[in-house]
């Protein structure tokens, strides 16, 4: 019962958080606007509605249920509450690639998710070739990607460095930029979404196998390694994805999972879905506060989760984790 009112109370305040993102902006929107928004010859604030704020809003809330949901994978097959499509390099990964097509192959903008999730593969493997040894574990995963990360980290700032005079359409989207999308995107990216969920929806018991140990999994005749590469693909592609979208946005994939273990427990039957929910309120709310809080300038939605994210990481590293390794 308890898990029920979790998910009736998300659902409400996901409602809630989309009504106060639409209303409130630069341009105050009121119900009538609204309504009038989806009818055929909505113009003036009705057009801001329909064809802004809207699409803005949708792709939030795919990218922060994307962001999310990748979160408790990754967490699950490294074993370890801090690990996140940003810290663990999988995002960053998918953004070189990205960055590279942007600045260098603007005709093929359009397949930038399908780059995204090359980006993320590569650095997966990377990370996963760096980790093995005698199989994987879940502590040389997470120290390799902490490395990868970085390095990968030093590869963007190369590339911006050599590019500086062409950086202006970039910069936001290595922010995090949720602003400026169309319903071709949202669109686009909603198909790419269900395909994503549908397959994570599909792990929980994968995740909960590997939670009980190498060992364990191997006595119940399942390969952990195996579980472990499906996991890491299905996650994979859903950070890619929304880094080929918006950009770098951090700490969704790390605080997400950890609130919502508290509330539904490591179960990852109800923990997935629920981390959908909840990653896509929180983003959602970020950038509401991003775009109104100095309107009508904005703050990058990246740049709120980090600041926002960076003092929980923190709490995590001085939190006792026991229970999560192996």
Same mark, same amino acid.
């Given at each position: 019962m308890k898990k029920k009112g979790a998910f009736i109370f998300m659902i409400v305040g996901l409602a809630a958080a989309i009504l106060i993102?639409?209303?409130v902006g630069s341009v105050s929107v009121s119900l009538q606007d609204i309504f009038q928004a989806?009818?055929?010859?909505?113009?003036? !604030?009705a057009g801001i509605v329909r064809d802004i704020r809207i699409p803005r809003i949708l792709m939030a809330v795919m990218v922060g249920a994307n962001l999310a949901v990748s979160g408790v994978l990754l967490q699950g097959v490294m074993g370890n509450p801090m690990a996140d499509p940003g810290?663990?390099?999988i995002s960053s990964g998918a953004s070189v690639v990205v960055m590279i097509v942007m600045l260098y192959l603007p005709a093929k903008a359009a397949s930038l998710p399908v780059f995204g999730f090359i980006g993320g593969v590569l650095a997966c493997i990377l990370i996963y070739s760096l980790a093995w040894k005698q199989g994987l574990s879940a502590v040389r995963i997470i120290l390799a990607g902490v490395a990868v990360n970085s390095m990968l980290g030093g590869v963007t700032s190369l590339i911006s460095l050599l590019n500086s005079e062409n950086l202006q359409g970039v910069l936001s989207w290595l922010n995090g930029e949720l602003g400026n999308k169309s319903w071709t995107q949202v669109k686009s990216m909603?198909?790419? !979404?269900?395909v994503g969920l549908g397959m994570a929806f599909l792990l929980p018991r994968c995740c909960d196998l590997l939670a009980l140990g190498d060992k364990n999994t191997k006595s119940l005749g399942y390969n952990p390694n195996i579980l472990r590469i499906l996991i890491s693909a299905v996650a994979v592609f859903l950070a890619g994805i929304s880094t080929a979208y918006v950009g770098v946005i951090g700490f969704i994939g790390l605080i997400v999972p950890h609130i919502s273990r508290m509330l539904m427990g490591s179960g990852h039957k109800s923990l997935i879905p629920f981390s959908a929910l909840l990653g896509a309120v929180i983003l959602l709310l970020a950038d509401t506060v991003g775009r109104t809080v100095i309107a009508p300038y904005e703050i990058p939605v990246g740049v709120i989760t980090t600041v926002c994210g960076g003092p929980f990481f923190?709490?995590?590293?001085?939190?006792?984790t026991k229970g999560y390794g192996n």
């Open positions: 993102s639409i209303r989806f009818t055929a010859d909505s113009k003036g !604030t810290i663990t390099g909603a198909v790419y !979404t269900v923190l709490y995590l590293l001085r939190k006792d």
